[in-house]
């Protein structure tokens, strides 16, 4: 086959540095929602499908670029939307997300429920802790985490 094709979504999961709860703004955080699909696309051709979160965590669906490894998708979506977050007033200028992050595979046939649960995490997580979440995540794709360095 002379052509190579790839359809590879995945669910990007991080929070920001000691879960503190910098993303209260809703207006902030849609902009930053939007600047991120920016970079993503524009920098990584990882195009996202959905991004949401609350004011100590982001998700992301999007399609992986087959031509950038993940930890360099992951890498400049953080890197950039720092940047751009701290130029946004003093009160960010601490501002850092938390060094790991979790990336999860997604079958086509459940993309849309994954969207659902990115755009319901508001309403989500009135009842549900970010560090919950993620261990429920993590044990739905069976990755065993270290709780002593999974959250910094």
């Known amino acids: 086959m002379s052509q190579s094709l790839a ?16 993303l209260k703004d809703e207006e902030i955080r849609r902009q930053l929602n939007a600047y991120k699909a920016t970079i993503l696309r524009d920098n990584v051709d990882s195009p996202a499908l959905i991004i949401g979160g609350v004011e100590d965590h982001i998700h992301a669906l999007c399609l992986l670029s087959r031509k950038f490894a993940i930890k360099d998708v992951i890498e400049e979506a953080k890197t950039e939307t720092t940047k751009w977050l701290k130029k946004q007033g003093p009160q960010y200028r601490d501002f850092h997300w938390q060094a790991g992050y979790g990336i999860f595979s997604v079958s086509e046939s459940n993309s849309e429920e994954v969207k659902r649960y990115i ?4 309403e989500h997580h009135k009842q549900m802790s970010f560090q919950d979440e993620f261990r429920a995540l993590c044990q739905r794709h069976g990755i065993e985490i270290d709780e002593r360095y999974v959250w910094d």
């Open 7 to 22: 359809k590879v979504l995945v669910h990007i999961v991080y929070s920001t540095k000691g879960r503190r709860p910098w």
């Open 119 to 122: 755009a319901n995490q508001v």
